[in-house]
C-alpha cells in the first residue's frame, strides 16, 4: 500500500520470476523494474475512495469513483451494471 499511496509509483509486473527471497535478511526483494509506472495524485486520491467505498460495501460511490477514473465508460453490459445496482 506504500507503494500506491505514498510513493505513488508501482511495479507493475509482479510475477514470481520478478522476486528475490533475501535469506539472511528475511525479506522478500522486488527486482525488474522495467515496467514500473508512476500516479497522479489525483489517480490514487479516487483510487483509494473507490478502494474505500469498495470495503464499506458502498455500491454508489464505487460505481462513481469507477466512471471517474475511466474503469466504466457506459458502454458495459448488463451484468456489469448490475453489480453496481444499476
Do not use: C
Amino acid at each position: 500500500m506504500q507503494e500506491l499511496f505514498q510513493f505513488r509509483f508501482m511495479q507493475t509486473d509482479p510475477n514470481w520470476a520478478n522476486f528475490l527471497y533475501d535469506q539472511k535478511h528475511d525479506k522478500i526483494q522486488l527486482i525488474d523494474f522495467g515496467a514500473s509506472r508512476e500516479y497522479t495524485k489525483e489517480f490514487m486520491d479516487g483510487w483509494f475512495r473507490l478502494l474505500k467505498a469498495a470495503l464499506e460495501g458502498d455500491r454508489g460511490v464505487m460505481k462513481a469513483e469507477s466512471e471517474s477514473l475511466g474503469y466504466l465508460t457506459g458502454e458495459e453490459n448488463d451484468v456489469s451494471r448490475e453489480d453496481f445496482g444499476a
